[in-house]
């Protein structure tokens, strides 16, 4: 058997399980995560604004498959203005961090309910219906902004050939710990991308419990 033949059944069952097997399963547990997730989205979305002023979902524009952009929606954790006033929030080193990372030690633009939130991942679950409509998968790289897709250099186009996921092999297993700074995020993204099959989406899934369950969020 030719590499050429190997290749072309090895991209062929890539496509059954993403198109078939893998879309099935997004459809399904988008649709027990949206209903189970309501009564939590609803009480979260009171809280936020009870803190704060702002809308408590909110959409943000991210890099999908194959490059198209598409909102991803979030409950809010931070306070409305966080992002068009970083530098009434930030201190000159988080900036530095901020811009470095997307994250910030202790972030004082965080409320104390966007802080619980994140701790235990329920801002995250109004994405579900990102998952139901097809800009994301349950399982698969974190969806990137355009500035963190330049990380990536000439693998950029290899990360998004498949849909991003509420989860993923960096979410569940480094969290915080691997940055882009460092090459860790990078490689860990693109380690699910050429590795990706039903039984590592399954452990992904699982591990991702244990990941919440530590409170590790932020």
Known sequence: MTKRSTKGR????????????KRAADIGTSL????????????????ICVESHGAPIFRQERVGKDGVPFGMWKLRTM???AEANVESYLTEEQQEQWERERKV?????????????RKISVDELPQF??????????????PVTADELEWFG?????????????????????????????GER?????????????????RIFFHTFVAVFKLTGR
């Open 154 to 182: 000439d693998d950029a186009a290899e990360v998004l050939s498949v849909r991003p996921g509420v989860t993923g092999w960096w979410q569940a297993y480094a969290r915080n710990d691997a940055t882009w700074e460092s």
């Open 32 to 47: 027990v995560a949206i209903a189970a997730g309501a009564i939590p989205i609803a009480i979260s979305s009171l809280a």
């Open 129 to 142: 219906i990102n998952v139901l409509v097809g800009d994301m998968s349950v399982v698969g790289p974190r």
């Open 79 to 81: 306070y409305a203005d």
């Open 186 to 202: 990078q490689n860990m993204e693109l380690y699910y991308v050429r590795n990706m099959s039903l039984l590592l989406d399954l």
């Open 105 to 117: 030690d202790d972030d004082p633009r965080v409320t104390k309910v966007g802080n619980v939130l």
């Open 10 to 21: 090895v991209e062929a069952r890539r496509g059954w399980y993403l198109n078939g097997v």
